[in-house]
């Protein structure tokens, strides 16, 4: 059985202090990172001569997603992957991921067994290993100005069309401190424009392995919920602001308190005649 995590805290930077075992985790943080580029390299050379026969998607969920989920263990943490009753499984969702790390995607290469890509600031595309990794596997880019909701929702159908889900992450930055940081509704609403549903997916305990402004990466138990599949699909703008809420709400008690949602209502209620939010 794994040992629960320590509750998330204000006083969470004091847990990263010295220890003795960082002697040897130093080092190996070293081989970690360097590995992790060259094998990110090595599976994109693997991966590009299989598309010239058949799309990345066809083949995502084989070879290179599982690999490059392997990576995890690379911390020496233990993972756990909880499922909702409701989680189907099926192709074509938004995934709504909590901010933690620069580990982010690997851990949910790790717990997503369907075709998948990301939501890329158009910047990332470009980096070496990474980028390339990206849009090989049809990242939606992120670029900047007027109509760029309108383009990403015509892009996400497009690979909604095609099989292939999309991670994102509405807090948009990383958390200093282990919490789940304020949601930005942008997500939300390219993905009810889609008409896509959505799916919370909770990463617990990565705080303490890998936070945001460390090198140094410490093993840990890591814990993945896969929530409810929850659709969007004519939600009016009232909806869906208390939708946004919801899902935040399901991150927040599984990441601060390891608490699944339960038997949460998402659809709208009856007293929406009057009051249009989310039941």
């Given at each position: ?73 690379l911390t020496f943490s233990r993972t756990r992957v909880v ?17 933690v790390s620069v580990y982010d995607g690997y851990v949910a ?68 401190d282990g919490k789940v940081q304020p949601f930005k509704r ?94």
């Amino acid at each position: 059985m794994m040992r629960p995590n320590r509750a998330v805290n204000a006083d969470a930077p004091t847990r990263h202090r010295f220890q003795l075992s960082d002697l040897f985790f130093y080092p190996w943080s070293v081989v970690v990172w360097s590995g992790g580029i060259v094998w990110m390299i090595f599976l994109v050379a693997t991966s590009l001569p299989l598309t010239l026969f058949v799309p990345f998607e066809r083949f995502q969920t084989r070879w290179p997603m599982p690999q490059i989920g392997w990576t995890v263990y690379l911390t020496f943490s233990r993972t756990r992957v909880v499922h909702d009753p409701r989680y189907r499984g099926r192709k074509g969702v938004v995934f709504v991921q909590n901010h933690v790390s620069v580990y982010d995607g690997y851990v949910a290469c790790h717990a997503i067994r369907v075709p998948l890509s990301g939501l890329e600031n158009e910047a990332h595309l470009k980096l070496p290993g990474y980028g390339w990794m990206m849009r090989l596997a049809n990242a939606v880019p992120v670029g900047k100005g007027q109509g760029r909701f309108a383009k990403i929702a015509t892009a996400m159908k497009d690979r909604v069309s095609r099989g292939i889900s999309v991670l994102t992450f509405p807090e948009a930055h990383r958390t200093s401190d282990g919490k789940v940081q304020p949601f930005k509704r942008g997500v939300f609403q390219i993905a009810r424009d889609a008409g896509i549903p959505v799916v919370p997916l909770g990463v617990r305990g990565m705080f303490e392995v890998l936070p945001k402004g460390r090198f140094l990466i410490r093993p840990g138990n890591v814990e993945i919920y896969m929530g409810p599949e929850i659709e969007t699909a004519g939600l009016t703008d009232a909806q869906l602001d208390r939708l946004a809420e919801r899902v935040r709400d399901i991150l927040v008690d599984w990441v601060e308190h390891g608490r699944t949602c339960g038997d949460v209502v998402f659809e709208p209620g009856p007293r929406d005649a009057e009051d249009p939010a989310v039941a």
